[in-house]
């Protein structure tokens, strides 16, 4: 529903753009600094993990107001490896109860990723850079991205359940931080509310969980193509949207599509698809345009 009227086939967005506008902007000012860090070099498959290892990472644990070079910003979060793929390890962290993320939820999301997500963002994007050298992307389900979701954006109807942070792809020289690694955040889980007012229920979570993963990956793609790559500037941020929102309809991913363009409509002369903050309405300028343009 918008102003009243009912949008046949749309669905409320699972992430906020301006919520994540902190993340975008902090991202945009570190990336270039990125040109020239590491010397470009092949995907490599490494044997060097195994399910049941142990790992630490830092999740960054505030939307805004953030200081990349502050500790306090950032958890130190303990995981266990709990998927194995040739092109994907998911992690969770040892703070989430067992019986929020039971292992077949976890096979699910990580082989929608290693069998669909993956090979389909790569062959419209182009490749993933490898910083760390295991040949894979990291996914990292921890209740501090759960913490992210505050009253205010539960208020607000919209929640963030998962993102990549660019930064991670500078060595630790430059941003201290950094996993120096390819990975995304996500939530867990959290039906009874123990980590944020936000509740994430079992039911319909591995599609919204990879819903996110196909966007966020093509900005990943995108940061690799455009500056490790190319030593290039980061893609416009209105048309970097566009594409990953449109990775989402590659996907088969578009009830929140959907929603953005019909939330563009409504009022089109009000919004700018180039220019002005990251909102709903333009982000559905950006996937319409991407559409028409394809």
């Not at 399910?51 to 130190?76: I, M, S």
């Not at 793929?85 to 077949?104: A, C, F, H, K, M």
């Not at 060595?171 to 867990?188: D, H, K, L």
């Not at 929140?256 to 409504?266: E, M, Y």
């Amino acid at each position: 529903w918008v102003d009243g009227r009912l949008l046949p086939g749309a669905a409320a967005p699972w992430g906020a753009g301006p919520a994540e506008a902190g993340i975008r902007e902090c991202e945009r000012r570190m990336l270039p600094l990125l040109s020239g860090a590491w010397s470009v070099r092949p995907r490599v498959l490494t044997g060097t993990q195994d399910v049941g290892d142990e790992g630490e990472f830092f999740a960054l644990n505030r939307l805004d107001g953030f200081d990349p070079n502050n500790q306090t910003h950032f958890d130190e979060v303990e995981a266990t490896l709990r998927y194995l793929g040739s092109n994907t390890e998911v992690w969770v962290d040892v703070r989430t109860p067992s019986e929020n993320l039971p292992q077949e939820l976890i096979d699910a999301i990580g082989d929608r990723f290693e069998d669909q997500i993956h090979p389909t963002n790569r062959a419209a994007f182009g490749e993933e850079s490898d910083v760390d050298g295991n040949g894979r992307v990291i996914i990292l389900l921890t209740p501090t991205v759960n913490g992210l979701n505050t009253q205010e954006l539960v208020d607000e109807g919209v929640a963030v359940l998962g993102f990549f942070f660019g930064p991670n792809l500078a060595p630790r020289s430059q941003f201290p931080f950094s996993n120096e690694a390819e990975m995304f955040y996500a939530i867990i889980p959290d039906p009874d509310m123990e980590f944020s007012p936000a509740e994430f229920g079992l039911d319909g979570i591995g599609d919204l969980l990879s819903g996110i993963f196909a966007h966020e990956f093509e900005h990943m793609i995108s940061a690799n193509q455009h500056i490790l790559l190319r030593n290039g500037q980061a893609e416009q941020g209105w048309l970097d949207e566009g594409l990953a929102h449109y990775a989402e309809t590659l996907n088969n991913f578009h009830r929140q599509n959907r929603f953005l363009a019909a939330v563009f409509l409504d009022d089109p002369e009000s919004w700018s698809l180039t220019a002005g903050e990251d909102t709903l309405e333009r982000r559905g300028a950006a996937w319409l345009f991407v559409n028409y343009l394809v």
